[in-house]
Each structure stands twice: as C-alpha cells, then as structure tokens.
C-alpha cells in the first residue's frame, strides 16, 4: 500500500487517501499545499533513511514533459550515485549510460526526494511506498497554464543490490 496525493483539478482541491481516509487542502494557487507536500516528503525521506538500501537498483519511468528524460531505465545506485543506467528492453528511451541520464535530469532515490520537497510548490500528485517511503509516483508542473513543462516519474522494482 502507498500514500496517495492527487491535485484534483475540477475540484481546485487535493485527495489525501490513506486506507480509506480521504481529506482536502489547499494551497495559495488551490493546488496541494506545499508546506504538507514538503513535510509529508521528509517523512517519507525518513522511512527510505532508515529502511532503504543503501546501495540499490530501481526503476525509473519518466514519460510527460518536453525533455530528454522520456523512457524506462533501470538504475543501479551505489555509495549513493548513479553507477549505471540501462534503458528497459523495448522501451522507447533516449539516454544511454549514468552521464547521460544525470545530464537529462536522473538521480537517486534522494535526488527525487529533495526534487519532491525543494518544488513542493509545484507538486501535483506524489505517492509513497509505506514500508520503505520512496516516491512511487510524482507529477510536478512548475507552470500550471504551460503545455510540456511537467515532469512524471514512476519508481518501481526497488531492491537492494544483489537481492
């Protein structure tokens, strides 16, 4: 199970749904909050601090947005940087090798981390894994009015190296 926030757009209001609780908060802008996203971001960071592997691999989807970062990648981390990226066999990708995807905006777990509360002003929807607290999905769009400017990432096949 992970903790789900979305920006309902129609409704100008954000769906806090843990279990069966739901709950709406507003920003300035009538979007998520940016002080609960931030917070809710170091909680989570927290959770992977304490739990996460230290060395790890995951996979990364990155799909909207005018930028090179498109594609699924699995990525190894190690001592924590990025020590290899490998595009996911039949998948559309661009970037090839760790330079290229830090280049076009890929990071660690971490990275996403401090991307989630840094721009937590811009956070549309975030969601967490319970147990271990990396994002599972973020949207961030930094010009609500701008077509191609957003970013989404998805996280999944988290695992420490070796496992």
Do not use: H
Not at 66 to 72: E, F, P, S, T
Not at 113 to 123: K, W
Not at 145 to 160: G, H, K, L, Q, W
């Amino acid at each position: 199970m992970s903790l789900f926030v979305r920006m309902s757009r129609g409704a100008g209001c954000a769906l806090l749904v843990v279990a069966a609780a739901a709950s709406c908060s507003t920003g300035e802008a009538g979007g998520l909050d940016p002080e609960v996203v931030a917070d809710d971001a170091r909680q989570a960071r927290q959770r992977w601090d304490d739990g996460g592997p230290a060395d790890y691999t995951f996979r990364l989807g990155s799909w909207c947005g005018n930028r090179a970062l498109i594609g699924r990648y699995d990525v190894t981390v190690t001592g924590g940087r990025v020590t290899e990226v490998e595009q996911v066999p039949g998948e559309t990708a661009f970037l090839d090798g760790p330079r290229e995807y830090r280049e076009a905006g890929g990071t660690t777990i971490d990275g996403i981390l401090d991307r989630i509360e840094e721009r937590a002003g811009e956070v549309t929807e975030v969601s967490y894994d319970e147990r271990l607290g990396y994002p599972v999905k973020v949207f961030l769009d930094p010009i609500p009015e701008a077509i191609d400017d957003e970013e989404c990432y998805e996280i999944t096949r988290v695992a420490a190296v070796g496992d």
